[in-house]
């Protein structure tokens, strides 16, 4: 066996005893004294629990809340600027793009819902990805194991979607922006945290840990995020000077610095390279979709969201409808009952999903019935107080989503509301990362189910289906409420219902909403549990029929909720971040 | 009395400076010769930040993440090192059960104190690279481990305090993985 230490700090100091016994008290303070500088000095005493404060902020003005404190804190300076909440939305956005490299960024795409107040209705900016034209239903190859072979469905070039963020955040700022700040000064934060580079956290360290070996293989990446061949680690400074001259180049020319000429080129051979079938006509084609908000109620309240190719704001409209038809507020918060309610309506939620699910412009969805308080109405019938049903459908798929997404949200004092869910899908997309321009390139062609027969199979300039749920609500009187969304995949929409319903429901502040525990349920298989769920009421679910998996008590798995709420009574904006990735809000 | 708080303090500045300057591990000589052979034990990505340690460290090596025990002899290798950490998608990537691994896991450790080689095992994965599946693969390895190195945040719990201390195997912990190759370099001859 080696040799072992028998240091100072273990309580010998060399010091020889005497015989009245000063020196051994002597030896003793040192021994103790020099104990407890050997603990200070070791990095074993530090510990990293989640930190809790910090993360809300309330301001008369405007408030930003987004995944990163810089990224919400790039938003309120544009609002100090005089920019609106667009301004501030696109800022942050694109300064996420950066901050948070693993979730969104030039090479992905997503949604966002806006309403300003001098407007009638919300209008939903669709910017997700597309397939490329010269993809098919069955591009994608099976071994004899019916996995997807090389895992090109999410890893590589051939996972790969016609990327929509820089299209749909221009858009998105030219059509709805203040038009008091130009493009450089929203893009300007983003380049110079690029440039000047930003600090790891522990939740990006262990990301970029987590993703060493695609970031590896994919060596563009690790050129970026690795320090000498290893992880970033904590409190080092990552920069990424090509991004910032990709950045630099779309405040100069707009979006076809990215969908025409020099970086598209760079853009297309890289992901051909790496298998791909994107093409330059792809980019150029692409284009922005704006569409009309799925609008619901809830309790009184107006909840507008996003229609397909999400299915978030349809089965955030149908979960809240089907939750109306239990008082909420009577079975109580954190109660088994209030639990088991919410499981067995997601189940049914999520049997419509693998069902009718599909990008309205290829499949016919029936969305007014999906919607509709009537149809609720008769699912929630279907739920027994003290049972649970086994499944909801025969053939459950259990594709899995990536929970690697971004949610912010930004209100100002007008009441204008702006709330953007945006992907690269997987952590660090594709693992593809384009020389010299430093863009992740997503890897949304998973989103679709790889085989033909399914309505969300692939089809040339079909977007895959997605859960992305940013959402807008209105109080009863009609005015601007509140702005939220999330990221997680499947768990997006469940996750925004019930922050919804803890602020309706239970009274909870914006923060209060965010950090209570939540429950996720697919059409069946386990119901997933938060680990700071009440005993009682995890104990109690079991006997109503519920298979649980407990989760940590602070996961990612349930997402990370941004929000902002209009507090009329104090007539104060509050935001409310999630403890569970890296969000904290801003606000003047 | 005054004397004494001197010398505290002048104690104080030199721990302090000697903490700056040099960690003090508690390996206090070279145990392993070169060259090496790194191979996994739970096949997770761990195994090719190590390759990068021992690289950093310019210790010859083989490796092979999925060795088999015959792999050792032909190596020529005269020190093991294991990377540590259970992951199910590198499982899953390798196309084997948890079972499978753990079985070649202690066929090649068997076969690496036949051969009358050091083992050296490293946990670098921290936190997230413990729980029910890495635990089986720790459990299995550290106790045939004549050095260990794991990153601090992953001995939250004094798991690998407690092992090693029952085992009376050297243990250092590091801050970080970049931290690593230092006493991994200063554990070879």
């Known amino acids: 066996m080696a040799e072992l230490d028998r240091s100072p700090a273990r309580g010998e100091t060399g010091i020889a005893p005497s015989p009245d016994g000063k020196e051994v008290i002597v030896k003793k303070v040192l021994a103790s004294a020099l104990a407890i500088v050997a603990l200070a000095l070791s990095p074993l005493a530090a510990q990293v629990p989640v930190n809790l404060h910090g993360r809300s902020a309330d301001g008369a003005n405007g408030v930003v809340a987004a995944a990163k404190p810089e990224a919400s804190q790039v938003g309120v300076d544009i609002l100090k600027k005089g920019g609106n909440a667009v301004d501030a939305a696109i800022a942050t956005a694109f300064a996420l793009g950066v901050l948070e490299p693993n979730a969104s960024g030039v090479g992905g795409g997503g949604f966002m819902i806006i309403k300003l107040a001098n407007m009638k209705e919300a209008v939903v900016v669709d910017f997700r990805e597309c397939a490329p034209a010269a993809s098919t239903p069955d591009m994608y190859k099976f071994d004899e194991k019916g996995k997807v072979i090389d895992n090109a469905t999410f890893e590589g070039g051939l996972s790969v979607g016609v990327p929509g963020e820089v299209k749909g955040l221009l858009y998105a700022f030219d059509k709805f922006g203040s038009k008091k700040l130009s493009r450089a000064q929203v893009l300007q934060p983003a380049i110079d945290y690029a440039e000047k580079g930003y600090k790891v956290t522990v939740n990006l360290e262990q990301i970029i840990k987590d993703n060493f070996e695609k970031l590896k293989k994919f060596e563009n990446g690790g050129a970026i995020y690795f320090d000498g061949g290893l992880p970033y680690e904590l409190g080092a400074t990552i920069k990424n000077p090509d991004y910032a001259k990709t950045l630099k180049a779309v405040a100069a020319k707009g979006a076809d610095a990215i969908y025409k000429g020099e970086i598209a080129k760079a853009i297309v051979d890289e992901v051909r390279k790496r298998g791909g079938i994107l093409s330059l006509e792809d980019l150029a084609n692409y284009q922005v979709k704006e569409r009309k908000p799925v609008v619901g109620t809830y309790r009184g309240y107006t909840i507008m969201s996003v229609p397909p190719a999400s299915s978030g704001g349809t089965h955030l409209v149908e979960l809240l409808n089907i939750m109306e038809n239990f008082d909420l507020a009577k079975t109580g918060e954190g109660t088994p009952a209030t639990g088991h309610l919410w499981a067995e309506a997601m189940k049914l939620v999520f049997a419509d999903r693998s069902k009718y699910m599909a990008d309205t412009d290829f499949v016919q969805v029936p969305l007014k019935g999906l919607a509709s308080k009537a149809y609720a109405k008769e699912l929630a019938a279907l739920i027994a107080a003290d049972k649970s049903m086994p499944s909801a459908t025969a053939g459950d798929p259990s594709k899995y989503e990536s929970g690697s997404t971004t949610h912010l949200s930004v209100m100002d004092k007008a009441g204008n509301m702006v709330a953007i869910t945006k992907s690269i899908n997987y952590f660090f997309g594709s693992g593809v990362v384009v020389p010299g321009w430093g863009i992740i390139m997503n890897d949304h062609m998973d989103d679709f189910v790889p085989k033909p027969g399914s309505a969300n199979s692939v089809e040339p300039g079909k977007r895959p289906l997605s859960s992305m749920s940013p959402t807008l609500v209105l109080d009863p009187k009609g005015r601007s409420f509140m702005t939220l969304g999330s990221p997680g995949a499947t768990r997006i929409f469940p996750t925004v219902a019930q922050v919804i319903s803890n602020i309706v429901d239970h009274g909870m502040s914006v923060q209060e909403a965010i950090l209570a525990p939540r429950y996720f349920q697919m059409a069946s298989g386990k119901l997933n549990v938060e680990g700071r769920v009440p005993i009682n009421t995890y104990n109690a679910l079991g006997p109503l029929g519920h298979e649980l998996a407990l989760k940590l008590d602070w996961d990612a798995y349930f997402g990370g909720v941004h929000a902002v709420l209009y507090d009329y009574d104090a007539k104060m904006l509050r935001g409310g971040a999630d403890p569970r990735r890296d969000g904290q809000a801003a606000a003047y | ?189």
């Open chain 2, 1 to 189: 009395m005054k004397r004494s708080l001197l010398s505290l303090l002048a104690i104080l500045a030199l721990a302090a400076g000697l903490a700056a300057q040099s960690p003090a591990y508690n390996l206090k000589s070279p145990i392993a010769s070169k060259p090496a052979f790194l191979s996994s034990a739970g096949q997770s990505a761990d195994v090719e930040m190590v390759k990068v340690l021992l690289d950093r460290s310019k210790i010859p090596f083989k490796a092979d993440a999925q060795a088999k025990a015959p792999a050792l002899a032909a190596s020529g290798a005269k020190t093991l090192v294991l990377a540590i950490g259970g992951s199910s998608k590198g499982l899953g990537a390798a196309g084997i059960s948890a079972e499978a691994e753990l079985e070649r896991v202690k066929a090649v450790i068997a076969e690496a104190k036949r051969l009358g080689m050091k083992v050296i095992g490293l946990h670098v994965g921290g936190e997230a690279r413990r729980g029910e599946l890495s635990d089986k693969f720790i459990l299995a390895a550290l106790p045939a481990c004549d050095y260990f190195i794991v990153v601090a945040d992953g001995n939250k719990d004094g798991l690998f305090t407690k092992l090693c201390s029952e085992r009376k195997i050297a243990l250092d912990a590091v801050e970080k993985i970049s931290k690593a190759g230092d006493p991994l370099a200063k554990a070879f001859k």
